[in-house]
T-cell receptor
Framework: NAGVTQTPKFRVLKTGQSMTLLCAQD?????MYWYRQDPGMGLRLIHY???????AKGEVPDGYNVSRLKKQNFLLGLESAAPSQTSVYFC?????????????FGPGTRLTVT | QQPVQSPQAVILREGEDAVINCSSS?????VHWYRQKHGEAPVFLMI?????EQKGHDKISASFNEKKQQSSLYLTASQLSYSGTYFC???????????FGPGTRLSVLP
């Protein structure tokens, strides 16, 4: 099992450009999450999904969109990148609600917006 | 709503003990602990549920005081491999809104 994988690992964007981050999991988990991690702030939830075709906003959703067309994939999109979105992005999945079950994290994507 | 962690950072010598605290201003249903090594993804350590017992994992254990909305992570006889940033995550009394704390950086020196 690969667990949770993320593509790409690194990316540099110019302000205003768009991109999509791909997260894939092979554990048949219902729940998937996108977090961003900034120094001194821990991990903050951007969006999450409780199943195929469903998504919901997390703590810091502005500037991001998500889609979950297939159970195993969760996409994070930036329509018009801003320097404030420079961060490390982690995808995670869990078999049930995050409050009750452990989350499995992907290796992360380091995004720089210039 | 983000829980508070203390200390922010701690430096230990191999074999020493450490305690990391996590507290919330809201009533909690559960507390989670994760460890993240530099440049890697966070890894789950344990969950403590309301009404549950103290948990242990090798020489790392944790407690959860529901009345005080606090949890403590105990690292006994620390090893070099314990170095990393420890995050607590809390869930409110309704079992919703999982939120990570800002993290505690632990450095274990030989």
């Amino acid at each position: 099992n690969a667990g949770v994988t993320q593509t790409p690992k690194f990316r540099v964007l110019k302000t205003g450009q768009s991109m999509t981050l791909l997260c894939a999991q092979d554990m048949n988990h219902e729940y998937m999450y996108w977090y961003r991690q900034d120094p001194g702030m821990g991990l903050r939830l951007i969006h999450y999904s409780v199943g195929e075709g469903t998504t919901a906003k997390g703590e810091v959703p502005d500037g991001y969109n998500v889609s979950r067309l297939k159970k195993q994939n969760f996409l994070l999109g930036l329509e018009s990148a801003a320097p404030s979105q420079t961060s490390v992005y982690f995808c995670a999945s869990s078999v049930g609600l995050a409050g009750l079950y452990e989350q499995y994290f992907g290796p992360g994507t380091r995004l720089t917006v210039t | 709503q983000q829980p508070v962690q203390s200390p922010q950072a701690v430096i230990l010598r191999e074999g020493e003990d450490a305690v990391i605290n996590c507290s919330s201003s809201k009533a909690l249903y559960s507390v989670h602990w994760y460890r993240q090594k530099h440049g890697e993804a966070p890894v789950f350590l344990m969950i403590l549920l309301k009404g549950g017992e103290q948990k242990g994992h090798d020489k790392i254990s944790a407690s959860f005081n529901e009345k005080k909305q606090q949890s403590s992570l105990y690292l006994t006889a620390s090893q070099l491999s314990y170095s990393g940033t420890y995050f607590c995550g809390t869930v409110n009394a309704y079992g919703q809104n999982f939120v990570f704390g800002p993290g505690t950086r632990l450095s274990v020196l030989p």
